[in-house]
Nanobody, 124 residues
Framework: QVQLDESGGGLVQAGGSLRLSCGAS????????MGWFRQAPGKDREFVAT????????TYADSVKGRFTISRDNAKNTVYLQMNRLKPEDTAVYYC?????????????????WGQGTQVTVSS
């Protein structure tokens, strides 16, 4: 079992930046690929970014490529999402997820554990 706890969300103006953190407890963090998803009101939960177990491979949704960066610190059992040049359409609840597979996963179904989410609101 893995417990995930997101933090770092908040209200920011368009063009600003936020860094989300997701702390993991339970089993060995470095055994898991990690991902970030988001869900806006009335929409499905969508893939944002994923990172493999070592941090050596990352994949991004086209909508965030070049603006967001996913990273991890296995010594701190934490994965991060640095979000720059934020847009109002980035407004959503952001979820951290862990996959038993060590390899990056872009599908929701590829993840085994989910956090409770953190709200990000970007004002225009």
């Amino acid at each position: 079992q893995v417990q995930l706890d997101e933090s770092g969300g908040g209200l920011v103006q368009a063009g600003g930046s936020l860094r989300l953190s997701c702390g993991a407890s339970g089993r060995t963090f470095s055994n898991y690929a990690m991902g970030w998803f988001r869900q806006a009101p009335g929409k499905d939960r969508e893939f944002v970014a994923t990172i493999n177990w070592s941090g050596g491979s990352t994949t991004y949704a086209d909508s965030v490529k070049g603006r967001f960066t996913i990273s991890r610190d296995n010594a701190k059992n934490t994965v991060y999402l640095q979000m720059n040049r934020l847009k109002p359409e980035d407004t959503a609840v952001y979820y951290c997820a862990a996959a038993v597979s060590r390899f990056s996963q872009v599908r929701r179904g590829g993840y085994d554990y989910w956090g409770q989410g953190t709200q990000v609101t970007v004002s225009s």
